[in-house]
Structure formats: C-alpha cells, structure tokens
C-alpha cells in the first residue's frame, strides 16, 4: 500500500518552491526532508502538474501557480515595504520603518483578501480576515499580526526600542512570506 502524502510537506516544499527555482540538493538541505521522501513528494507534485523540472534540472512551480495581476500587484508591494522597513532600520528611522512595516502588512492582507473574497472595508477587517483564515485553515499569521499592530501603535505613540522594533519587523517579513506560500497554494487547489 503506497504512503500517505502529509500535505504540510507538500506546503513546506511548494513554500520553498514559491521562492525560487532550486535542485534537489538544494531543496535536501532547505526542506530538511530524507532523500527519499523528498524525492516521492517530487514526484507526486510534479505528476499533478505542480512543479516541473526545468532542463538544468531545477525544480520551480508551474505556471498554474502563477499569482493573479491584482493579488501580484499587493504582494509585489508588500514584499518591496518590508524591505524598505528595514532600509529605515538600518538608517535608524525607526517610525517610518514601524510605518512601512505596517503597509507591508496591509499590503499582503488586502492580496489573499481579495483572492478569497474577503471584504475590507475599515481596520478591524484586518482582525477579522486573519481570524478567517486561521479558522479556514489557510494559513496562520495572528502573531506576526500582533507584531504589525505593535508597529501601527508605535506610529502614534512612540514607546517600542529599535531591538524590538526590529524583531517586529521580522515578524511581520514572516507574514509576508506566509501569505505569499497561501496564495500560491490557493491558487493550485482552485
């Protein structure tokens, strides 16, 4: 009787996948996976079209994963605020690092908002979305969502130090990611 595939490894290796195009080597040592169970799950997301292997012979997802322009476009600028947050670290603007941490994470939020059809329409549907896909079982992001909160306030009254700000703004770059993985994932089970 042939294995049980566990679908978090699937989602561990599409995640790695979303980031860019690696060998088998490579994704040995980032999956962390046994050569042979990687290989079996290769197989089985390639077989369904999820991944292919190109000729140099990198495995990348498919173009059925491809991000709808809109929900791109959210992602496109969450990912560049993040890393403009810590641009401003580095400099020592902590304020507009907490800012631009924030828009990062609106940003991501308003992109896997608008792929399940999730409305927005004031500051506490930003709550109420990660609670939606907590319970859904897309993804989990209620800590690094604390962190971008603790940012937002930092906005109107200043309080948090640039350690923690720091820390923060790491959160919230995992936040990113995490919503960057559920939208490609969504998007294959469509």
């Known amino acids: 009787m042939p294995r049980r595939l566990d679908p978090e490894r699937e989602n561990k290796i599409i995640d790695i996948l979303a980031k860019s195009p ?3 080597t490579e994704l040995l040592e980032e999956s962390k996976l046994p050569r042979s169970t990687l290989a079996r799950y290769l197989k089985s997301l390639e077989k369904r079209g999820l991944i292919r292997k190109d000729g140099s012979g990198k495995w990348s997802l ?9 929900v791109g476009t959210y992602l496109s600028e969450a990912i560049e605020r993040i890393n403009k947050s810590f641009e ?3 400099k020592g603007e902590d304020f507009t690092a907490c800012h631009e941490a924030w828009n990062a994470t609106r940003c991501a939020l308003t992109a896997i908002a608008n792929l399940i059809k999730f409305n927005i329409f004031t500051f506490t549907d ?7 896909l ?3 079982g897309i993804v989990d992001v209620r800590l690094e969502y604390c962190s ?3 940012l937002l306030e930092n906005t109107k ?12 703004v790491e959160n919230v770059k995992k936040l990113v990611d995490k919503i ?8 294959m089970f469509e």
């Open 88 to 90: 401003h670290l580095g």
């Open 148 to 150: 971008a909160i603790a």
């Open 180 to 187: 960057v993985g559920a939208c490609r994932r969504l998007l």
């Open 157 to 168: 009254l200043p309080h948090l130090g640039h350690n923690t700000i720091y820390v923060n």
């Open 62 to 70: 498919t173009a059925s994963t491809d991000i709808p322009a809109e």
């Open 126 to 132: 930003f709550s109420k979305l990660v609670e939606e």
């Open 134 to 136: 907590y319970g859904r």
């Open 22 to 24: 690696l060998s088998f």
